[in-house]
């Protein structure tokens, strides 16, 4: 068989949108009992991607009450003269805000989804990452569970959010923990406590 009737008879390498979730109550709870984890599926390019609580509406579902029966869809697109497979992501949240990359998206509104991108809505957060291939009629999707947030990955921490310190204890903290000052000082640095 020559070069050219393999190439032709082998499969074509297909965009792959690889979703890689984080949930910090993940290891308690099956939110993800109904996703096809570790394996890649083809989906229609023509058909959107909805993720929600819903199965029998959305493409994958979560199994967690506070999520929308409709949560989010990816569609799936191409630019005139591009062979590149593109995709935006809308809320469908009528009850929450998602956020792109740090952009918050507020219901049936969309934007352009990066090759990596940030997802946030509730507690959940999504890293998407865009793998380039053959744009046809499908692409792939493969889904993932990460041990820890995608934003600590990525250095991506929400604006807002104060940091917790060591102790686990934010303001709630009894008065003789908050008063106590460093425990060692340096003699070339005047402090008054």
Do not use: W
């Amino acid at each position: 068989m020559s070069v050219s009737q393999t190439l032709e008879t082998e499969e074509d390498l297909l965009t792959c949108l690889r979703i890689k979730f984080y949930h910090p109550q993940q290891n308690q709870r099956g939110l993800y009992g109904l996703l096809p984890l570790g394996s890649r599926k083809r989906h229609p390019a023509d058909d959107p991607l909805r993720l929600g609580r819903d199965a029998q509406t959305c493409s994958y579902g979560l199994v967690d009450p506070r999520v929308s029966r409709k949560q989010l869809a990816i569609y799936a697109y191409r630019s005139p003269n591009s062979p590149e497979m593109l995709f935006t992501i809308q809320n469908l949240s009528q009850r929450g805000k998602l956020s792109v990359n740090g952009s918050t998206l507020g219901y049936l509104e969309r934007t352009d989804v990066p090759d990596k991108a940030l997802i946030r809505f509730l507690e959940y957060e999504m890293l998407i990452i865009r793998e380039s291939g053959e744009a046809k009629s499908s692409f792939e999707v493969e889904f993932e569970v990460m041990a820890v947030p995608p934003s600590r990955e990525t250095c991506t921490f929400e604006t807002g959010v104060r940091p917790i310190m060591d102790t686990g204890l934010m303001n709630n903290a009894p008065a003789m923990l908050r008063d106590i000052g460093p425990q060692e000082s340096d003699e070339t640095l005047s402090c008054s406590y």
